[in-house]
């Protein structure tokens, strides 16, 4: 159960590292916004969005990476058999036939 929470975590956590990352402006941005293009009328302020989803990122990211090494861990632990020979449970054991004598052994033509 606690295998499941960690990968609905990882999945979650790694959708919303997407959006983040998506949602950021990039360096090219912040030329316009030197010549007045309106960054002081952002909802996060006159400085921009940059450090709180900058800082957000990286929390994502430091996550994400905790959940991978953890799901890493978890799947080491987990036993199964290695080949298919190891998977079949026979019923019962394969008997190996008898040994024959001498005298059920067919004799070749003598020239």
């Known amino acids: 159960m606690f295998h499941t929470l960690i990968l609905v975590a990882h999945v979650v956590v790694a959708v919303a590292l997407i959006a983040l990352v998506l949602l950021q402006q990039g360096k090219g941005a912040d030329a316009g916004a030197a010549f007045g293009s309106g960054a002081s009328s952002t909802m996060f302020g006159s400085q921009g ?4 989803l900058s800082r957000t990122t990286a929390i994502l990211a430091t ?3 905790m959940t991978s090494l953890t ?3 978890f799947s080491t632990q987990i036993s199964v058999p290695k080949s298919v020979v ?3 449970q ?3 054991p394969i008997e190996s036939p008898k040994a024959s004598g001498p005298s059920d052994v067919p004799q070749l033509p003598q020239k």
Do not use: D, N, T
């Open 86 to 88: 190891e998977r079949v």
């Open 49 to 52: 969005s940059a450090s709180f």
């Open 71 to 73: 799901l890493a861990y």
């Open 63 to 65: 996550v994400f990476f």
């Open 90 to 92: 026979l019923e019962k």
